[in-house]
Structures are given as C-alpha cells and as structure tokens.
C-alpha cells in the first residue's frame, strides 16, 4: 500500500482463510519502507499535473520494481521465504483519481490512475499480484473509492454496537456500521483532509526538512484561527451527502493551502488551524451524515493521524459521548490496516468475488475487482 500522504510503502504479510462473513484475517508481520527523496519528487511530477507520457511510463516502472522489492524486504525481514506467498495485492500509487464526470468528445467519463507496474512485481517475488482495484467499480458507475469499507466490515461489525471505522491517512475516509448491520446498510465515504495539509504545510515551513508535524508539536504551540477554518470548513465537498471521495487534486493542490500562507498567522497558528480543519469536518461528517442513521458508541482510528496527539485529543472531544479508539485495541495494527485490507481484497478478487460495497462507491452492482498477473514459470 502507498497512499496519498506519499510518505512510503507499507507491507502486509497476512494469513487468510475461509470466505464472506466467516473469513478469518491474522497479521503476521508488517514493514514500511519510506519513499527516497528523489522518488518522491518522481511522483509529484506526475501527479495531477502536466507531465510527458515518458515520464508516467518510468515511473510506473520505478514503482512496480519497488513495490516487489518492498516484498521481498519484508519478507527476509519477517523470516518467511517468497516461495511461500500464494497471493499478492497491490494498490498502487494514485496519481490522479476523478470521481466526477467530464465531458471528452461528448462522450462523459470518469477516470482514475494507480501507478507500480504488477509484472514487475510477479517477477521480483514469485507470486501473482492483484492489482487496480478501482475501475471495475467506476465501470459499474462508482466513484471507485472507498474500497477499504468490505474489509472494514468483515473485521468490525457488531451486533451490539453501532461503529465509525476511520482511516487518517492523507485523506480521511471513514465507514459507518450499525449493529447487527447487513453491508448495504453501511455508510462510507471520504470526509477530506486527513494529515495531507498538515503534512505539506509541515514541509513547507521547515523548508523540507520534515513530512509531517511530529507528534503535534507545532499545532500545540498554534492558535486556530477561526474565520479561516469557518472558510474552509464551508467548502461544497463538506456539504456534499456520500457516496463521494476525493484527494490530492482537491485537497492538496497549491491553491488549497494559499490562505495558510497568509504573512499574518504564524507557522503554529497555521498547523493548528488545518489540525483543527481535518479533526472537525470528520466530526462534521459524523454529525451530519451518520448520526442521524444509526447510533454511535465508538469511532475506530487507524492511519498516521493516530499518532499525532493533538489530532486525536481533539478528535476525542469532539466525537464524544462516543469513544475514540484505535484499531489496535481490535488486534489490528493501525499502521498496517490499509495495507491488510487490500490484502483481504486481493483475496476475494482472486476467488472471484465481489468486494466493493455499492453502498459506499455508488456503484450499480457488486463487482470482483482488480486484475490478475501471473508470474513468469520458474
């Protein structure tokens, strides 16, 4: 998995058995290996931007032949010979990803685009690889995210207790599953901001010298400035009902951030206020789109916003009186959860069964996702 924070690639190694509500997913290890400087900015030269068809193609090459030496460092790590992986499942790196209809010699269309090349990572491991999850659910009509909620309620759901399972990574994403559900009950959908603004503004005023605001060191020292966060806050994707999803071209672009560049907010008063910015339009999100459905006793955090203490301190006071959690407290490593779920994915994708949740995405119909590479004899 690699996601929108572009931070680096997160490894899975997972055992799974059985099938539908009885599966059964134990983590055996995990790894992540974080994105070279110059890889990185490989990636954001072709991200939402213009950019030569030369460059997209080494790219795409450049991360497939990462992504498979990502496993097999993962692997040696974990002490568990390639030979016996039977199955791999790779996301890949999104690079533009366009929810909404535009219209192309009159003909309207929606697009998405993950990079990492599978045949190289067949080829680098051994395994066969599932990869490009999204567009046999825009196909179907879907937004082709989020993916993440099947998984989220084959690990979560309860008869007893009505749960939000939320993802903070550069995105938010979250699915909403009350008790005794059945998954078209489910509500899911990207919220906006999860660490991407905090994260480019922590790059910006360090002079790049760091990726995220450690620990929430710099947004503790801030004050939120209130007229900004009204602004952002009354953004159309924020009003805009699920199913809906989004990400860097909406929330990461130059124009975004420009007001928190304003010469009269200090660097802390800017953190603090896009801090402020992701943890209360999740719990706007809460309010308006999931509470008045179902009730709510616990909210389930996973991502790299888990560790930033000022996130979740805020988090937990506006969630309340439901109860903030991590995914660790289910046995399931909050780093690791997204990488896990594509692994479930991949799974079901290779058994040839549905995995999107309609529900979620918007789509017509249940669709088996993702496309299979085999690799080369041995």
């Known amino acids: 998995m690699s996601g929108t924070s572009v931070d680096g690639i997160d490894v899975a190694l997972v055992e799974i058995r059985g099938e539908g509500l009885k599966l059964k997913v134990q983590s055996r290890a995990f790894h992540s290996i974080p994105y070279a400087p110059d890889v990185r900015d490989a990636i954001f030269s072709v991200t939402n931007t213009e950019t030569h068809t030369s460059r997209l193609s080494q790219v795409h090459f450049l991360l497939g032949r990462l992504f498979g030496e990502a496993v097999r460092e993962a692997c040696e790590r974990a002490g568990i010979p390639l030979g016996k992986l039977d199955l791999i499942g790779s996301h890949g790196q999104t690079v533009y990803h366009q929810p909404s209809e535009s219209e192309i010699g009159g003909v309207l269309v929606k697009s998405t685009l993950q990079l990492g090349e599978s045949a190289l990572i067949a080829d680098l491991t051994g395994a066969p690889v599932v990869a490009d999850f999204r567009p046999a659910d825009m196909a179907a009509g879907g937004e082709g995210a989020p993916l ?3 998984v989220d309620y084959l690990l979560f759901r309860s008869r007893a207790e009505g749960r939000v399972v939320l993802n903070i990574g550069g995105i938010a994403n979250m699915t909403a599953i009350p008790s005794a559900s059945e998954p078209h009950q489910v509500i899911a959908f990207d919220t906006g901001p ?19 605001d450690r620990d929430g060191h710099l ?4 004050q939120i400035d209130s007229d900004l966060l009204e602004r952002l806050r009354n953004d159309e994707y924020f009003k805009r009902p699920p199913p809906k999803s989004t990400g860097r071209e909406k929330f990461g672009e130059r124009h975004y951030l420009e007001p928190f560049f304003d010469p009269a907010l200090t660097p802390a008063d800017a953190m603090a206020t896009a801090n402020a910015l992701t943890a209360t339009t999740i719990a706007q999100s809460v309010q308006q789109f999931v509470a008045p459905k179902m009730g709510v006793d616990e909210v389930i955090a996973s991502g790299g916003g888990t560790r930033n203490p000022e996130l979740m301190g805020r988090l937990r006071e506006l969630l309340s009186p439901a109860l903030l959690r991590t995914s660790g407290d289910y046995g399931i490593d909050s780093d690791a959860k997204e990488a896990i779920a594509f692994a479930v994915l991949a799974y079901e994708s290779f058994h040839r ?5 309609p529900a979620a995405t918007g789509a017509r119909r249940p669709c088996v996702l993702g496309k299979i590479c085999h690799p080369p004899p041995r």
Do not use: W
Not at 194 to 212: K, T
């Open 194 to 212: 999860g660490n991407m603004v905090m994260d480019a503004l922590a790059e910006h005023f360090s002079g790049g010298q760091a990726r995220f």
């Open 353 to 357: 069964r549905p995995a999107n949740l």
């Open 148 to 150: 993440v909620p099947y």
């Open 219 to 222: 947004a503790s020292e801030g």
